[in-house]
Structures are given as C-alpha cells and as structure tokens.
C-alpha cells in the first residue's frame, strides 16, 4: 500500500482479556518496528523484524507480549492477559529510503478498563 | 550500543523567538540522526535528517538542525517560533548495524 495502516484505530478491552493489534506495513519494506507510546510518554521501542532475521524482542515488557510477521509482511502484536498498565497508543513503523527514515502508521490507541 | 538523550522534556518560548531543542546521542560508529515531530493528535513525522553529507540540515517548516561530532550533538532550532510549532519533538540515532533509537522526546509550547 501507499502507507503503513494498522487497526483497529481504537480498541477498549477488559483487564484479562487478550489483544491483537495488526500493522499492514508499506509493500516491499523489510524491516517492521513496533512502538509503544503512553500518555505523555516517548516512544519506547518494543520489537524489530528485519527480513528474515530472528526478531529483536529486547524491548517487550513482560512474555504476555508476543508479536509476529508472516510471509514479511503483516505483522501481529497480541497482548495476553491485558493490564491497565498496558493502555497506551501502540505504533508501527517501516524504515526505508536507504537510511531509515521511520514511516509510522497512524497507531491503535489500547484502553485496558 | 548507540542511544540518544533529549535535554528538557519540556521547553517553553515566546512566538518569535529562537526555538532550540537539545540532541546528543552516544555511537560508535558514524551515525544517521533524525528529528521527527509529532503535532496534537497526529503520527509522527519526519522533520530532517543527517546521513553524512552535509553537517548543517534543513528541514521543512523552517527547521534544521547542524551535526557536531565533537559534540555528539545534533540540536534543533528555528530562528522564530510560530504558534504552529507546538507539538512533540523526537530525536532519533540509527547505524548500520542496529536498530533506530528514538530519544524521551521534547515538548514544545510557543507563548503568544
């Protein structure tokens, strides 16, 4: 696509309850980032997906995240047992132009009740 | 391992005023910067980047930004504030061999 997107825009979900958040990146980008940035918060880097690489995990918060990339393309965030803690807009990104410049998507704003 | 570190979470100027926002980042090899900026309640965007051509880089909105190696610095400015300037700024340090590192971020107020 034009774009990177990702849905939902919004999601509200129950303490306990699991999420996926998905990124359809822009075709032909390699490389996938997810972010999470929480009110009033920088950006904290959570997973990286370069090619066929074993993924950079070093940023996800506790094992109830996990995200994966089929076919290089699609990527899923899933947040298991959800926290209120856990509330915050989640962002993907896709580097490109030679020198990675960041390309977000618009982000899924998560609300844990 | 590289990593990047904005002074001031939050900087205030006058409209008209120099804007300056603080960059340094720490890498072992040469580095790409970047600035991005994200306005109220909208995604990030690319704002300017260094990739080792020229040191003083223009970005759009009237902002650049000048990479000093002996100061591992790479500070925005402006020369005149503009009400429109209000949003969060981003810094961000990327090699070839590693992930993009963004800094806490900067938030900028422009006071009428």
């Known amino acids: 696509g034009a774009g990177v997107s990702q849905s939902p825009s919004n999601k509200v979900t129950e303490k306990g309850k699991d999420v996926e958040l998905r990124c359809d990146p822009i075709?032909?980008?390699?490389?996938l980032y997810w972010y999470r940035q929480s009110l009033g918060q920088g950006l904290e880097f959570l997973i990286y997906f370069q090619g066929n690489s074993a993924p950079d995990k070093s940023g996800l918060p506790s094992d109830r995240f996990s995200a994966e990339r089929t076919g290089g393309s699609v990527s899923t965030l899933t947040i298991q047992r959800t926290q209120q803690e856990d509330s915050a807009v989640y962002l993907c990104?896709?580097?490109?132009?030679?020198?990675?410049?960041?390309?977000f998507g618009p982000g899924t704003r998560l609300t844990v009740l | 391992a590289q990593s990047v570190t904005q002074l001031g979470s939050h900087v205030s100027v006058s409209e008209g005023a120099l804007v300056l926002l603080r960059c340094n980042y720490s890498?072992?090899?040469?580095?790409?910067l970047f600035w991005y900026v994200q306005y109220p309640n909208q995604g990030l965007q690319l704002l300017l980047k260094?990739?080792?051509?020229?040191?003083l880089v223009k970005g759009i909105n009237g902002f650049e930004a000048e990479f000093k190696k002996s100061e591992t610095s790479f500070h925005l400015t402006k020369p005149s504030a503009h009400m429109s300037d209000a949003a969060e700024y981003f810094c961000?340090?990327?090699?070839?061999?590693?992930?993009?590192?963004f800094g806490p971020g900067t938030s900028l107020s422009v006071i009428p």
């Open positions: 890498s072992s090899v040469p580095p790409y």
């Open positions: 260094y990739t080792s051509a020229a040191t």
């Open positions: 961000a340090v990327k090699t070839s061999y590693d992930k993009v590192i």
């Open positions: 990104a896709t580097p490109g132009g030679g020198t990675d410049t960041q390309y």
């Open positions: 075709s032909g980008h390699t490389a």
